[in-house]
């Protein structure tokens, strides 16, 4: 296995197509001569504005409901368009630098998937696609108790080949890798036998793997990926920022340090399935602080599409409890209050501040002051090279000094953070209360 070249700089803008062009949910679905998957198309010049150099798309394949429950992956979903819109598509993001990242559910299949309704129907051979619930020798197993979603035998050599053929399908369409959903529910052992096929003849592609926890190096190394959703951190970053305990993000970015030494994982603060940061944190002045975070650590950052603006929306565990962090989006650009504007100006710094300092993809991080509600971490290049860039968090009512030389340095660069002199080179610091500040030792 070998890690594309290409990832060591990708930052991704995450798009749920579905819920953003307002094809589910609704009634009636919108129909494939609406084309609504250009809707998408239409963003790109802003996710090139906003420094991405890749859109991480949800599903765009045919499916019921959400998207999760494919019924054909070789269709584009017509509520979304047909082949010529998701053509147009790859060619408007390659023609801008921007790869595409697509998502793909191989665990489970829709009620509807063809194979499905040929078992119902009683064909022994579809019948061996389907793994059976372990307590109804008679019924098929289905995933996480959700009985629309149909378990696939893994095992299977027929399903194996169907889904090394579904990737390599898209990838020779364009895509440049996949999401695998639900990764951390199927055997490791199908996709060490599915992924080095597909790499045979797409050697530059990116496979990511949703993985919630567990073992992440290893499933990394027993199935092949690239890399896994980095949920450890994600969690560590919003609670620590709650909780006023930076022990709890300093554990979790050793961890994280560890995780380097293998691959280098999907970060993130905001997805498709998670309350958007916006809402999860509870004092508004510390949604930078978590942003700071993502950019300044190791690792394949993911921007979802409205927390560039301060969106804001609820998870809920009940049906529709997803639709409040999945909403439609109209045509750029979108009207933003001032807050809003003021936080896509910060995230296209922090990018613009990754993309200079590309060794940040696999830094590793070291505290260097660490107490409940303040931190200061070192960021460092992997290996001997003297890049360093050290990040100051304040939750507190009180500013929060910081003395150079007392850590080691003689002078450093003020960078960035609230209320910092631009480009300030100085041996002494405070960080203002509810504060950040990010500076180059030089």
Do not use: C
Not at 7 to 22: E, K, N, R, S, T
Not at 36 to 54: I, K
Not at 114 to 128: C, E, F, Q, S
Not at 177 to 182: F, H, Q, V, Y
């Amino acid at each position: 296995m070998t890690t594309p070249g290409w990832i060591a700089h990708a930052i991704w803008w995450q798009v749920y197509p579905l819920g953003f062009v307002g094809a589910f949910p609704t009634d009636p679905a919108p129909t494939p001569e609406e084309h609504r998957l250009r809707r998408v198309t239409e963003w790109f010049d802003h996710a090139v504005a906003l420094g991405a150099s890749g859109v991480a798309l949800g599903p765009v394949f045919a499916s019921r409901t959400h998207g999760y429950d494919t019924t054909d992956h070789y269709r584009v979903d017509p509520r979304l368009g047909d082949d010529d819109d998701f053509d147009e598509l790859i060619a408007a993001a390659h023609d801008r630098g921007l790869r595409v990242l697509l998502d793909g559910v191989f665990n489970h299949v829709g009620v509807d998937f063809a194979r499905h309704r040929a078992a119902l129907d009683g064909d022994p051979a579809a019948l061996n696609w389907f793994r059976r619930a372990p307590r109804d020798p008679g019924g098929f197993a289905t995933f996480e108790g959700h009985g629309d979603l149909i378990a696939l035998d893994h095992d299977n050599a027929e399903v194996i080949d169907y889904v090394a053929d579904v990737l390599a399908h898209w990838l020779g369409r364009g895509a440049d890798g996949w999401r695998l959903d639900a990764a951390y529910a199927v055997p490791p052992r199908f996709w060490a036998r599915v992924l080095p096929r597909v790499r045979a003849e797409h050697p530059d592609a990116w496979f990511v793997a949703e993985v919630i926890h567990g073992d992440y190096p290893g499933m990394v190394g027993d199935a092949g990926f690239d890399s896994v959703t980095q949920y450890e951190l994600w969690k560590a970053i919003w609670s620590a920022l709650n909780d006023g305990n930076f022990h709890e993000l300093d554990w979790a970015l050793q961890r994280h340090n560890e995780f380097l030494d293998t691959f280098a994982p999907l970060t993130f603060i905001g997805n498709h399935d998670v309350t958007r940061i916006a809402t999860q944190l509870a004092d508004p002045r510390h949604v930078a602080h978590a942003l700071v975070v993502l950019m300044t650590t190791g690792g394949v950052p993911s921007i979802y599409a409205g927390d560039e603006f301060a969106f804001r929306g609820l998870k809920e565990e009940r049906f529709g409890g997803d639709d409040a962090i999945r909403p439609e989006f109209g045509s750029p650009p979108l009207p933003v209050d001032d807050a809003g504007a003021e936080m896509f100006a910060l995230h296209q710094f922090l990018i613009g501040l990754r993309r200079r300092n590309p060794w940040l993809h696999t830094a590793r991080t070291s505290a260097l002051r660490l107490d409940n509600r303040s931190y200061l971490y070192q960021s460092s290049a992997a290996g001997a090279t003297g890049e360093t860039l050290l990040v100051a968090l304040n939750l507190t009512e009180e500013p929060m000094p910081i003395r150079l030389p007392e850590l080691g340095f003689d002078r450093a660069e003020l960078i960035a953070g609230t209320g910092a002199p631009p480009r300030a080179s100085t041996t002494d610091a405070t960080v203002p209360a509810h504060a950040w500040l990010i500076l180059q030792p030089h």
